[in-house]
């Protein structure tokens, strides 16, 4: 049971690039997120999903775009890759409804330069 | 907006102490809350949670305690040891999906 996965786990861009963080569960969770960790900021929540087919943004969804084809699959893009999106990416899942915590990834370290 | 946070942004303690960790919350909607754990590289683990309805769980060596008056909750780790070092995290739910993260906590133990 390998939880939730997130590739790469590094990764330095060049201003204006673009890529896809990717993030995989195998929990048959319904809720899937993305969040950003950036220095004495805590956690802030860009996108997320509560179920194939469905996503919603979060607090900073800016230069960001999700999709949730399957149950298992929620990848980040980046658009066009900014300074300001260096951060440290996390992926999460949990069930849907109710008590229940989320189980997050080991994240990825993003560098734009 | 209405938002998680933590009283400390750092907590120093010996090793064997018992550590408390706070947290003041102000959405008064919020009826689950979760302590995480984070290691340096790694992703947040989950340590325990609480409901509404309660004011007090225990897990091992870990209890927490929710104060709905005070919009407070604490964690507290009995006997501290090296690998308690870490950042520590409260968050809250007050619908069904999303989880509020305050600015953390950083724990670190003396030998």
Known sequence: NAGVTQTPKFQVLKTGQSMTLQCAQDMNHEYM????????MGLRLIHYSVGAGITDQGEVPNGYNVSRSTTEDFPLRLLSAAPSQTSVYFCASSYARGSYGYTFGSGTRLTVV | GESV??????????????SIINCAYSN??????IWYKQESGKGPQFIIDIRSNMDKRQGQRVTVLLNKTVKHLSLQIAATQPGDSAVYFCAEKANDYKLSFGAGTTVTVRA
């Open chain 2, 5 to 18: 946070g933590l009283h400390l942004p750092t907590l120093s303690v010996q090793e064997g102490d018992n």
């Open chain 1, 33 to 40: 997120s993305w969040y950003r960790q950036d220095p004495g």
């Open chain 2, 28 to 33: 008064s909607a919020s009826d689950y809350f």
